[in-house]
């Protein structure tokens, strides 16, 4: 069940409610006004709340959730918040069996997939199955106006990449194509206007459909070598989600250019630019979005190792996913260079 509009927290309660529940858990990471907003559309339905959602949903913050599942009889699960958020939400769902209603903040699209990552020890693993699936999103325009620019951008692009790596999953059928290929069109020209006016509400109606839609793909179909390295990334050298997206996306797409021709002049077109991965690029500096693996953190001494991982097993990807080749791109990302 998915609830868009203006306004659409205020039906949170009536949702809870649709699912045979009275006893809510609110979860969230911290993120201001709009958790003041579901408390107060939750009403009597709050039991207990919980605003330590970390990313990359780490399990010693899901057992700590959990204690409170068990001591306010919690009956529901309602998380307010991006990826995070959502993560502790389905972590906490397979554990105690209780339905999940999700108001996305951001634009990461976890909220439509029944995949999630968890870290034990340091370590990154996924799991999928229907019980991670959320059983309703509430998606509110309202609630992502104080979602920082600096966020917005390269959570934006995060949806970007779900989409466009969508576009050349062997499975992908039509109706992702459409998906995607709107998600695209909509992010581009909905990005630079959110980065000038955050609170244009049209601008921002626009970013949460296509991370909608971008989520719908990600659920859709399987990804390739992007979002294997980013999880490498982010799993194994602790590199942050979305803004390891950002700046990886517009040199992955590069890589799989020759071997994609076909879906990257349809991501140009979308873009209304003439190069894929060129626009991608230029859309992110355009609006002050990250471009160098260097300033998020990652050391230099760290790419070689990087693209072992990403490359030790074979997985379905435009272009075979050669560890040269992909140690390049990370050297190109770490230098911030414009794609070739
Ligand atoms: P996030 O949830 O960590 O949020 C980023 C930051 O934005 C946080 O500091 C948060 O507090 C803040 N924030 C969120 N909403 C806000 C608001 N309305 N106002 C002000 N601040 C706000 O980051 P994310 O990029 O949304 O999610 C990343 C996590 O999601 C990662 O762990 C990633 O692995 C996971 N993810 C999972 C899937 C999936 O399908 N399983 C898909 C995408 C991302």
Same mark, same amino acid.
């Given at each position: 069940m998915v609830v868009f509009g203006a306004g659409a927290v205020n039906r949170v309660g009536e949702e809870v409610e649709r699912l045979g529940a009275s006893r809510a858990l609110l979860l969230s990471s911290p993120s201001g006004r709009a958790v003041d907003r579901m408390r107060a559309a939750l009403g009597p339905l709050l039991a207990a709340e919980f605003a330590g959602a970390a990313p990359h949903t780490p399990v010693e913050v899901t057992e700590r959730a959990l204690r409170l599942v068990r001591e306010h009889s919690v009956d529901c699960l309602v998380a307010i918040g991006?990826?995070?958020?959502? !993560?502790? $939400?389905? $972590?906490?769902?397979?554990r105690a069996g209780l339905p999940q209603v999700i108001v996305p903040t951001t634009y990461a699209g976890s909220e439509v997939t029944?995949?999630?990552?968890?870290?034990?020890?340091?370590?990154?693993?996924t799991r999928s199955g229907p019980e991670i699936l959320p059983d309703t999103v509430v998606y509110d325009v309202d609630l992502t106006l104080d979602l920082p620019v600096a966020?917005?951008?390269?959570?934006?692009?995060? $949806?970007?990449?779900?989409?466009?790596?969508?576009?050349?999953? @062997?499975?992908v059928d039509p109706a992702t194509e459409e998906k995607a290929l709107e998600a695209i069109t909509l992010i581009t020209r909905a990005l630079p206007v959110v980065a000038g006016s955050p609170a244009d509400v049209a601008a921002r109606g626009d970013l949460l459909r296509a991370a909608w839609l971008a989520g719908t793909c990600l659920e859709a179909? !399987?990804?390739?070598?992007?979002?294997?390295?980013?999880?490498?990334? !982010?799993?194994?050298? $602790?590199m942050p989600h979305a803004a390891t997206h950002t700046v990886v996306l517009p040199h992955v797409m590069a890589y799989n250019? @020759?071997?994609? @021709?076909?879906?990257?002049?349809?991501?140009?077109?979308?873009?209304?630019?003439?190069?894929?991965?060129?626009?991608?690029?230029?859309?992110?500096?355009?609006?002050?979005?990250p471009t160098s693996l260097r300033d998020l953190g990652m050391a230099e001494a760290d790419l070689a190792r990087a693209a072992e991982l990403a490359t030790a097993r074979p997985y379905p990807n435009p272009r075979a996913p050669e560890r040269e080749g992909v140690e390049a791109l990370l050297v190109d990302a770490w230098h911030a260079r414009r794609p070739a």
């Open positions: 991006g990826g995070s958020t959502t !993560g502790l $939400a389905k $972590a906490l769902a397979v029944s995949v999630l990552g968890e870290t034990v020890d340091g370590r990154k693993t966020v917005s951008v390269t959570s934006a692009v995060n $949806a970007m990449a779900h989409a466009v790596e969508a576009l050349y999953a @062997p499975e179909v !399987g990804m390739g070598l992007h979002h294997k390295l980013c999880h490498t990334l !982010g799993g194994s050298f $602790a250019a @020759p071997a994609a @021709p076909e879906v990257m002049r349809r991501v140009a077109e979308a873009m209304g630019t003439d190069d894929a991965a060129r626009g991608v690029h230029d859309l992110v500096v355009s609006v002050g979005g």
